[in-house]
């Protein structure tokens, strides 16, 4: 990433490495499709999609990018990840993989709908 930090999911995107800039713009689209009326922003200098609450975020590294939707949509979809790069919150996907498109789906539905059904205004 460049030194100089990006406002704009735009910029971060732009600044990011050559080879991370296909896995971001594609994991973009596909959380714009699952949650388009949610904001995108840049919070803590990675790309997050907010409606008003985190519902997750995304970022690029030397060797792969990181979604990070929640601790609990991941524990939700454990064992669908047994075989992927994980944390307990951040789905690793190196650059020479392609992006898990249907697990991406389900997991940020599965936020989407969870963060909905809340009643409480905090943001995380």
Known sequence: MSAKRATTVDQYIESAPSKAQPHLRKLRELLKRVSPKAQETIKWGNPF???????????????????????ESMEA??????????????????????LPEILIRKIARHRLKAVSARDDDNFW
């Open 49 to 71: 999609f907010v409606e008003p609450r985190f519902l997750f975020a995304y970022s690029a590294h030397k060797n792969h990018i990181s979604f990070a939707p929640s601790a």
């Open 77 to 98: 979809f454990r064992d669908e990840l047994a075989t992927c790069d994980t944390s307990k919150h951040f789905l690793k996907i190196r650059y020479a993989e392609p």
